[in-house]
């Protein structure tokens, strides 16, 4: 069964640890990318990955980290430098940039 | 880069067509026009993409006039579960623009 999945659907930490939140598809996807959605707002795209071992921040990349070991995997650590963690993140994959993004069911983080 | 435009809520009842307009002036030539579905507490899910006339498929149409500077997403037949928001993109392959807007905030009701 192909897809995206994200773990854990829902975290909680306390403020000052860092946490990894992760992505996996199975799609053979070339590009992976994080967005970051707060409470009635649209998504903001933190990092984006076209391809393995590259990937390229996006509006809002500071307090967060990427990697993109292997194809299938980009998972995304938000740091104790990020002021405002808490957030509902989505993880998506694309045959190429820009391409139809298949989203996974997203992590909801809350920070204390 | 291209910024979209879009009406923060609409209103519809069931059974009627929806139009939701895009604005993108500043469109380059390389880039398409995307559009997204979202639910409460859900990853978006693709509509429909096109760069230029009309598009359609088995959900949406999506128009875009000759001077490229708006895209329409037209909703046939509307249900109470078509109760989302709607996001426009606008963007070239290269992903280097990537930005989803406020969206619009589409309530059909009975």
């Known amino acids: 069964d192909g897809g995206i999945t994200q773990s854990p659907k829902y975290l909680f930490r306390k403020e000052g640890q860092n946490v990894t939140l992760s992505c996996e598809q199975n799609?053979?996807?070339?590009?992976m990318y994080w967005y970051r959605q707060d409470p009635g707002q649209g998504l903001r795209l933190i990092y984006y990955?076209?391809?393995?071992?590259?990937?390229q921040k996006g509006d809002i990349a500071e307090g967060y980290s990427v990697s993109r070991e292997k194809k299938e995997s980009f998972p995304l650590t938000v740091t104790s430098a990020q002021k405002n963690p808490t957030a509902f993140y989505l993880c998506?994959?694309?045959?190429?940039?820009?391409?139809?993004?298949?989203f996974g069911p997203g992590t909801r983080l809350t920070v204390t | 880069l291209a910024k979209t435009t879009q009406p923060i809520s609409m209103d519809s009842y069931e059974g009627q067509e929806v139009n939701i307009t895009c604005s993108h002036n500043?469109?380059?030539?390389?880039?398409?026009i995307t559009w997204y579905q979202q639910f409460p507490s859900q990853g978006p899910r693709f509509i429909i993409q096109?760069?230029?006339t009309k598009v359609t498929n088995e959900v949406a149409s999506l128009f875009i006039p000759a001077d490229r500077k708006s895209s329409t997403l037209s909703l046939p037949r509307v249900s109470l579960s078509d109760t989302a928001v709607y996001y426009c993109?606008?963007?070239?392959?290269?992903?280097?623009?990537?930005?989803f807007g406020a969206g619009t905030r589409l309530t059909v009701k009975p």
């Open positions: 993109l606008v963007g070239d392959m290269s992903g280097d623009d990537m930005r």
């Open positions: 799609l053979n996807h070339d590009a």
């Open positions: 500043n469109i380059a030539t390389n880039d398409y």
């Open positions: 990955s076209q391809i393995v071992n590259d990937f």
């Open positions: 096109g760069y230029k």
């Open positions: 998506a994959s694309s045959p190429r940039t820009f391409y139809e993004q298949y």
